[in-house]
């Protein structure tokens, strides 16, 4: 069976935002529950030379969504970094991610598959000590493919499973089907 590009990488990243949507407002109803509010969330990390859940937000979104613009225009540049923001522009820059999703055309999207490119990818300069502010590129030459299933989607979901695990840590009651979502079944 063929898999298109648009059915390997739309539908595929709208499933985990669209879980993630619910996961954070569950996270809302908590912080509400608890009196601790959401934006506890926002600085909380899994191990302190670990990126906050802020930045597992956006980039989770940089890349479903730029990841996918990268393949269309050959560069992956997606925005500047927002920074630490209150939870609820966090819950809109999931739900922003998710309308521009939905708005991919089908076949444009498939008229990509195949397409040669050759992205500059960042990383830092020691890995030792990646949260340092010294990072270099590193030019890779990939196709569509390439691009999406070897580091688009494998972020992507290192993001959203970070980010999920700090709002477990931080008490949310959210469990394995929350983060699945809705699954894609055979109509």
């Given at each position: 069976m063929?898999?298109?590009?648009?059915?390997?990488?739309?539908?595929t990243?709208?499933?985990?935002?669209?879980?993630?949507?619910?996961?954070?407002?569950?996270a809302?109803?908590?912080?509400?529950?608890?009196?601790?509010?959401?934006?506890?969330?926002?600085?909380?990390?899994?191990?302190?030379?670990?990126?906050?859940?802020h930045?597992?937000?956006?980039?989770?979104?940089?890349?479903?969504?730029?990841?996918?613009?990268?393949?269309?225009?050959g560069?992956?540049?997606?925005?500047?970094?927002?920074?630490?923001?209150?939870?609820?522009k966090?819950?809109?820059?999931?739900?922003?991610?998710?309308?521009?999703?939905?708005?991919l055309?089908?076949?444009?999207?498939?008229?990509?598959?195949?397409?040669?490119?050759?992205?500059?990818?960042?990383?830092?300069?020691?890995?030792?000590?990646?949260?340092?502010?010294?990072?270099a590129?590193r030019?890779?030459?990939?196709?569509?493919?390439?691009?999406?299933?070897?580091?688009?989607?494998?972020?992507?979901?290192?993001?959203?499973v970070?980010?999920?695990?700090i709002?477990?840590?931080?008490?949310?009651?959210?469990?394995?089907?929350?983060y699945?979502?809705?699954?894609?079944?055979?109509?």
């Amino acid at each position: 069976m063929a898999i298109s590009l648009y059915e390997l990488s739309v539908p595929t990243f709208l499933q985990t935002l669209r879980a993630l949507a619910g996961v954070l407002e569950r996270a809302a109803l908590h912080g509400a529950a608890t009196g601790t509010g959401p934006d506890a969330f926002v600085h909380a990390r899994l191990y302190p030379d670990m990126a906050p859940f802020h930045f597992q937000i956006e980039a989770l979104r940089n890349h479903a969504v730029w990841g996918l613009d990268a393949i269309r225009t050959g560069a992956f540049e997606p925005p500047p970094l927002v920074g630490p923001v209150p939870f609820s522009k966090l819950r809109d820059l999931i739900g922003e991610a998710i309308t521009t999703l939905e708005a991919l055309d089908r076949t444009e999207v498939d008229s990509w598959s195949g397409k040669t490119l050759d992205i500059d990818i960042f990383r830092p300069v020691d890995p030792d000590h990646a949260s340092s502010s010294a990072w270099a590129a590193r030019r890779l030459p990939m196709t569509a493919e390439t691009l999406l299933l070897t580091y688009s989607m494998p972020n992507f979901y290192f993001h959203a499973v970070t980010a999920y695990n700090i709002l477990r840590t931080q008490g949310v009651p959210i469990g394995k089907g929350d983060y699945e979502g809705q699954l894609r079944t055979r109509t």
